[in-house]
């Protein structure tokens, strides 16, 4: 695989920092939870299923660290860090999924408790790739034919455990035959500017950058059929949370008879929420949008900076996982994969 943005070090959890692409590929390496939680928050790593895997490895250090520094409060500490690598993203469900894994583990008795947590995180790594991999080949199947595809925000290897959920989807495609792939820029931290078409230009795969703003008049052109997008989290209904600006494409996608495909693993359904009304929406900083000028207190200038949105299931044509296709969830729901064959 071209692109990590997650590696394991045998010691250490070395981060590709995603705020510097495509200028610069520099990996940060992380010896404990607090710098682990610190990079998730701060958007070095990010995607819902990468944040997952960080976060499984952030435990892993804090095993290391307190369980092998041989400490009788082991467990507390330990519980404490995971504590602070759930309070580092709110909307990414895998990130939650994931520590649940990790907490069962190290509830369970263990000769050997730092063992089993490397265990436990490598295999969410190993599993999330197969996934993308499964989950590349059913949305490849249903594009049967497609002319061209677009996509929003980054959903590739940089934003899971490798090959991509969307762009996994997109890569199964091109292998079987050429087809064209426009990305949407993705403000306000230009996902698909700086990521997703330096993550196919990697694969030698062309891509074609539009203006956000763009998207409707591409639609209009005929030039597209599908978008795929990613999902953070997915509630049981089939609505979707994705990328801020996944839902106006959604919207504009029925006007235009395009249709809609959400890829994900099956670890961003949340089946404790029933809509997508329950899936907290994260706000980041609205500095991160203001221009220097009016960052100060007595600016009359703000900034609302939500960086998800939910897409209702009834807009949505397919839901793709490793465990099989939903077509049109609004009918169903997204039910039948929950005791679906793993």
């Keep these: 695989m071209t ?142 034919g497609a002319k061209g595809i677009m996509t929003h925000c980054n959903a590739g290897a940089l934003a899971t455990g490798g090959y991509g959920t969307a762009l996994g989807v997109i890569r199964s495609v091109y292998r079987r035959r050429p087809v064209s792939v426009y990305a949407g820029e993705t403000r306000p931290w230009l996902q698909g500017a700086r990521l997703t078409v330096w993550e196919l230009a990697q694969d030698g795969i062309p891509a074609t950058l539009i203006a956000d703003s763009a998207a409707a008049w591409l639609m209009k052109s005929g030039a597209i059929d599908w978008i795929v997008v990613g999902a953070d989290r997915i509630a049981a209904n089939g609505d979707a949370a994705n990328k801020i600006g996944t839902y106006s494409l959604a919207v504009l996608a029925r006007q235009h008879g395009v249709k809609l495909m959400v890829a994900a693993p099956t670890s961003t359904i949340d089946w404790s929420i029933e809509n997508g009304s329950n899936i907290e929406i994260e706000q980041r900083n609205p500095n991160e949008l203001l221009a220097p000028c009016y960052i100060k207190d007595d600016s009359l200038v703000s900034a609302w900076n939500p960086v998800f949105d939910v897409t209702p299931a009834e807009l949505i044509s397919a839901i793709v996982t490793e465990r099989g296709i939903v077509l049109n969830p609004s009918e169903h729901g997204v039910g039948s994969l929950k005791h679906a064959d793993k």
């Design 3 to 144: 692109v990590q943005a997650l590696q394991w070090t045998g010691d250490a959890l070395k981060v590709l920092d995603q705020r510097q692409l495509p200028e610069k590929i520099i990996y940060d390496e992380y010896s404990d939870a607090a710098g682990v939680t610190e990079a998730i928050a701060s958007m070095r790593v990010r995607g819902a299923p990468a944040i997952g895997i960080a976060a499984a490895y952030g435990v892993v250090l804090s095993v290391m660290r307190h369980y092998s520094a041989g400490a009788d409060s082991w467990r507390q500490q330990v519980a404490a860090d995971i504590d602070k690598l759930a309070h580092s993203r709110p909307t990414a469900v895998n990130l939650f999924w994931a520590l649940d894994r990790m907490k069962a583990v190290l509830n369970q008795p263990q000769a050997d408790p730092l063992a089993a947590a490397l265990a436990c995180a490598e295999k969410i790594h190993a599993d999330d790739i197969a996934a993308n991999h499964a989950m590349g080949e059913l949305g490849a199947d249903i594009l049967t």
